[in-house]
């Protein structure tokens, strides 16, 4: 009888100790998801298409550190040969991507020398296609690139040289950034793609164009 109950007892402490267990890491399990889905999924919960429809949310994503919030927008300013497009995202972990398209009077050349350096030594990386030009610095700290197109909005006269005027767009980040290297300045020059092919339509510019799904992807520079 003694024994029985004994038996009754050991596995009433079994089942007790099992159930703790049980709950324990269904508690554990909820802690890490609500940690998970609050602290660091911020990012995820920007729309899919930011600033005007232009920018990719998985192309922010790839970029910037998960952060417990984030929030992006957009604005413009002037029109014609005057206009500016900005764009941005910015966390809770203090990293921001940010974005600004515009109509200047700058050849292709001189823009070219401004990512050089006054020296003409700054290592820098090219692609082209079709007129369009994008350009990221080589070195390891840098987290800028660039995208210029040619364009001529209505308001300029047609006796001025068309090859001075153009959209160009720069995107970098403020902050750290979770990609590095080659992905980063690939990811960057997309976003700015993107942007400049926003802003060529709005300056209706006088020559319409088509853009290329995506620009030839940069040499496999680390």
């Known amino acids: 009888m003694v024994e029985n109950k004994k038996q009754t007892i050991f596995e009433y402490s079994i089942k007790r100790l099992f159930i703790c267990v049980i709950a324990f890491c269904l508690t554990a399990v909820a802690i890490w998801f609500g940690y998970i889905q609050f602290f660091t999924k911020g990012l995820e919960h920007l729309p899919a298409k ?130 590095t290297g080659a992905t980063l300045r690939q990811t960057l020059t997309d976003v700015a793609y993107r942007l400049t092919e926003h802003v060529y339509k709005l300056a209706e510019c006088k020559a319409p164009r088509d853009f290329p799904e995506e620009l030839p992807r940069y040499e496999n520079h680390k």
């Open 50 to 179: 930011m600033c005007e429809n232009t920018v990719d949310r998985d192309m922010v994503i790839d970029v910037l550190p998960s952060a417990r919030s984030a929030k992006e927008g957009s604005d413009r300013q002037n029109s014609g040969d005057d206009l500016t497009f900005y764009c941005h995202v910015a966390t809770s972990s203090d990293s921001s991507l940010w974005g600004q398209a515009g109509v200047h009077p700058v050849s292709k050349e001189k823009w070219l020398k401004s990512y050089r350096g006054s020296g003409g030594d700054s290592r820098i990386i090219r692609a082209s296609v079709d007129g369009i030009e994008a350009v990221a610095r080589l070195d390891p700290e840098d987290t800028e690139a660039g995208v210029y197109v040619s364009c001529v909005p209505p308001i300029v006269p047609s006796y001025n040289a068309p090859a001075a005027y153009a959209v160009i767009t720069e995107v970098s980040i403020s902050g750290d950034t979770k990609a």
